[in-house]
């Protein structure tokens, strides 16, 4: 790292940052500026609500949400313009929630779910905000386990209604976004009955609230309170009392009933169109990673820029000259703090684009290609897991790296923590999520498709042997190209060859894999332990599967990142950040490339090593870096960021009026 | 662990955790019942510090406040029941926080720093809350530095007063609590000028505020407005402007000025003044550490009853029955996220009750013993880090654990986490506080004393060999004992052989510890590099120097605790419990135990097993253990805590009026 300091081509940097939907970023930093949109913090709940509210009227007039509706009902029908434009909401993520909800969640739904006369009759409404809405799904006594909802819609022929009923405390719909306050009908998920058959969950429209904001008849509504944040957002819960909607109201996409009770459906088997139903939503998780990362960048820009003004104790002058004060971000400790966080914030952000772009292409694309769908699928769980696990963690070392100023609501950081803190919870438990691609990549998606509970995969893996998991990126020859030129596994090449890194990961990851199931089967056989306890003993291991793919795909993403940069000087200190995002995976993990000799002691320490050797070599640019994700300052808000805390020694104190 | 259900003495366990000062936690749980004391949320900044100031006020009846004070004033002279005290305010965290600012640092540093004149005059009307005030120390430039703050206090002979300055803006009082509201007097923190000689810091009485709460003449008073959390507490900011005091409010036990200026010190050396002053003030870091311990009983006792009692996914009943729920803490994953916390909460209570006991010990003592006082100082700098960073971690795992009934004010977790997150800040920044820690170690606290620069370490160790390292804590003899009876390095013993353990963990401290000594020298020696890089390079490893202490002086308080217990049965849980805190512990570090060939990587892979067998082993006693802590159920206030969530499934759906 003893090199001559590169040049940074700024533009270059924040244009391979923006991407394929640099448009929608130019636009909301073209649109969301001044008070309108400004960060605030100190309201009251009934205030915070009431400016979300507005808010998101005046975001309406600006045509942001239209995106990712059809062409036909006046969108633009731009899939991953959509989870970009949400992504941008930086300065106000009530208001980005708010948004998710009534466009991505309740407009989502109708689109994904419903048929051309939903779309006609309630799109232009969701739009337009004449039709505030709500996405109710989870109850109280489920949440990760959709499956298992309690709510039922039954359909009665002589009227041709479907009615909508809470059966139990369990089944009260709960933490429903828009249900407080606003919303005037909600897409709810409810079992499905006709005919005296049980259909499972489907999805229908039903009038929350009069025109007065009243409850509609048979509609009981409580608010969820406060919040640990998202206090712009108006939570609420939502019980049924044999509410009637029309037959009609059915989102007949995946399932419909005839007037006579009749039910039908493109997909035969219950389990299948269940998951079916549920795929057609994943532009809700993965807005949520890419939300996280939003928040992950603001917290990181406000901590780099303090840091590198902030002073705290001293050091010699040069030659004998006085003792100067030391910025904290040349303190090895605040380095490694920072640093690392920010290199896989840029891995993450690569990682992110691939699978927006994927969503993008598959929902444009004409034919449905099953396998692409599950992958897709896959992959959003695995990186909202890891995208909404690392927001937690950054924001709160952020707030522990500007110290008490980090704890002051006026520096943003504590709002970023708090309202990003639900994001490892909502559109699917983290913990769960993992678990599924972990199933996922065991049964590479065969035959246990809509066997997602833990018995399904365990029955599937006692039988079957394991082969081919590794799911390839979008960066397939790439990466086989640098790993061709990778020397052999028993080589010591340089740590910071990336043919090597690519292969050490991988490695770790087959592995893993193979390990578990060669394990779940084992434990079958020796043990006779019925299969829940089987898998129940190695969930540790079940979560780690799903994390080591996901680092492994996240590093692809990143290579496959810096090779579309166009300056070579630029793509040489983005490859800097990637050694350091490679080292300190390897650091975290590095117990397990011992115990498994794929690295030699001397080789872990070498590791850690080179973390601190790049942190130190990195530490110039961290402003840059932190810059080129393109926050408007207006933004960030933190006076701690824009140099209004920095330097005050020797400033005049200024005229104030007394308190 | 595959034993008989072990039966567990609740009443033994209740009273070996409340410890020496179970008076105090009895006397709390008496009075802190009702509406006076339960949890609040949702309250605006006003309403909340309105209602923080009448608690106190009510807290100030109860005569909880007088257990630190002099006998001579009305106090009981009883510090360790005073930092009890303040760590029982479970339901109320501000509530904790003003109490300690009011009674521990302002009126603390009264009793600490002033003579008798002082607490004659000031102290009955801190006690009765009639004196309002606060601890002005921290400066918008200077927090962890405080030898470098910059506030001046000047000798005016003439006039036989002081005048206290505000320089720049770098010098302004930030985040004082009691500033923006309340307070009516501070102790100030500045450097003493007199004759035109700069004498260090010392502290003032300083009145901010006339009779009608406004700002005293020269006096400048900001609100630091809103925070993460503790917003009933109100932060403020000072200014002076040529402010006059009389010379006798100097607070003069460790240094006076003379009516002529001439000024007078019991100890010459003005370094070890400022840490010998410096030193009276740790029962404010201690009750932190307390107080932190507190925030994570109440998260996990809240997590852990949710937990039990909550169920989401199917497993098949026994011989064919149907499928029933499973409890979430059933999964492994689940108990992977609280036992391991609660055996580390465990462990830290223990360490915290050995450290209140000499903090006691020594306030009682007839003669100053330098040596103990150091200890006592690292030791507190040591568990305070430890203890608010396990806080940190932990109530953000309960949030996450919770699900989305975690984000619910209304559970309380979000409060917790808000309001203890600058416990890690306050009160010493963690990081500089191990890094003070390590210096303590490596130097044993000989020569170096108020030498804790970075600088003077490292001159120090330039010239010395390293010896005498560890600290032994109070149990030594019991410690002597298992350690001879454990089996030889060499030996492959039971996982859970006590002495092999402490050994383990000693020999690491010794081997982390001596190799930083070594690194330094060398480094200084080889590289001629200036003695700041040198450390700088280095702080990684400084910073693992003192975490390594830590944890193994908490393992010696727990199995000290444990030997305390008078039931076997419940010594036997509480060994498994300690068996799960060492083996996290080494769990989590397996990759140096690893490069530093103290396990085999069998041995490493044991100890993820036995960290899996042991969480499985303690699940059917896990809420047990959290009720032990004797936190009363209104202080948890959590309805999912107290069952009103629980097996709502099959409830009938309640009659509610209409929103």
């Known amino acids: 790292m003893n090199e001559q300091p590169l040049r940074v081509d700024e533009a270059e940097l924040r244009g391979l940052l923006d991407g394929q939907w640099a448009y929608v970023r130019e636009r909301a930093r073209d649109v969301l500026q001044g008070e309108d949109f400004a960060p605030v913090t100190g309201l009251s709940l009934q205030e915070h609500r009431a400016l979300t509210t507005e808010r998101l009227g005046k975001l ?8 990712g509706f059809p062409e036909e009902v006046g969108g633009s029908g731009d899939v991953g313009a959509s989870v970009v434009a949400f992504e941008m909401l930086v300065p106000d993520l009530s208001l980005m929630v708010k948004m998710g909800v009534q466009w991505g969640l309740f407009g989502g739904a109708i689109s994904a779910l419903g048929t051309e006369r939903h779309h006609r009759e309630y799109l232009p409404g969701v739009m337009s905000l004449d039709l505030p809405g709500c996405f109710a799904m989870t109850e109280t006594g489920h949440g990760s386990d959709v499956q298992s909802l309690r709510t039922t819609a039954t359909y009665d022929p002589k009227t041709e209604e479907f009615v909508l009923h809470t059966p139990d405390e369990s089944a009260r ?5 828009n249900a407080a306050r606003d919303g005037r009908m909600a897409v709810v998920f409810a079992q499905l009955h006709s005919a005296g058959i049980d259909h499972g969950v489907h999805a229908l429209m039903v009038p929350i609230r009069d025109e007065d904001g009243m409850p509609a008849p048979g509609v009981t509504i409580e608010d969820c309170g406060h919040k640990a944040g998202l206090n712009g957002v108006d939570n609420g819960r939502i019980w049924f009392d044999q509410v009637r909607v029309p037959r009609t109201d059915l989102l007949n996409r995946y399932g419909d009933v005839g007037p006579d009770g009749a039910y039908t459906s493109p997909i035969e088997s219950k389990n299948r169109r269940f998951f079916t139903m549920l795929g057609t939503l994943i532009r809700g998780r993965i807005s ?3 939300g996280a990362g939003s928040a992950t960048k603001a917290a990181l820009s406000i ?5 590198d003004t902030r002073r705290q104790f001293t050091r010699p002058g040069p030659d004998g000259e006085p003792e100067r004060e030391v910025r904290i971000l040349d303190y090895l400790a605040h380095q490694r703090k920072l640093l690392p966080a920010l290199a896989r914030t840029y891995a993450l952000h690569f990682a992110q684009e691939e699978l927006v772009t994927r969503l993008h292409e598959l929902h444009d694309s004409e034919e449905r290609d099953e396998r692409a769908q599950r992958e897709l699928e896959s992959r959003a769980a695995g990186l909202k897991a890891m995208s909404t696990w690392h927001a937690t963690d950054t924001i709160q070392t952020c707030r522990e ?8 609501s006026q520096n943003r950081i504590p709002q970023l923590k708090a309202d990003s803190d639900i994001f490892t919870t909502f559109e699917g438990d983290n913990t769960v999520l993992l678990q599924q691609l972990t199933k996922g990549l065991l049964t590479n998606f065969q035959d246990a498709f809509g066997d997602l509970d833990q018995m399904g995969l365990v029955k599937f893996m006692a039988g079957k042997v394991f082969e081919n998991v590794i799911e390839r990126t979008a960066a397939v020859p790439l990466i086989d190209r640098l790993i061709a030129a990778a020397p052999g596994r028993g080589g010591n090449s340089s740590l910071y060859n990336r043919g090597w890194q690519i292969e050490l990961l991988e490695d770790r990851e087959k592995h893993v894999v193979e390990g578990l199931a060669a394990r779940i089967r084992r434990a079958r056989k020796d043990d006779g332990r019925d299969a829940f306890e089987v898998f129940n003993h190695a969930q540790d291991h079940v979560l780690r599967a ?3 793919h996901m680092e492994r795909v996240v590093l692809e993403a990143f290579v496959a990142g810096i ?9 040489k200190l983005l490859n800097r950040l990637c050694d350091l995002y490679v080292m300190s995976v390897i650091e975290e993990d590095r117990a397990w490339f011992l115990e498994h000799e794929r690295l030699s002691t001397a080789r872990a320490k070498a590791v850690t090593a080179a973390v601190n050797e790049l942190c130190q070599g990195l530490r110039p640019y961290a402003v840059q870096l932190v810059d080129a994700f393109g926050l408007r300052e207006e933004w960030l808000a933190a006076p701690i960021a824009l140099g209004r805390e920095h330097d005050r020694q020797g400033d005049p104190v200024p005229e104030r009026v007394r308190n």
């Open 60 to 67: 309406a007039t600006t045509g942001m949400q239209t995106y």
């Open 173 to 177: 719909k709960d933490y429903i976004g």
């Open 288 to 290: 949520v990673a890419g």
């Open 303 to 307: 901590a780099v820029r303090y840091g």
């Open 401 to 408: 790296a500007c110290g008490g100023a980090g704890y002051m």
């Open 546 to 548: 799903g994390r080591v």
């Open 563 to 571: 090779d579309r940069c166009g300056d070579t000087s630029t793509a």
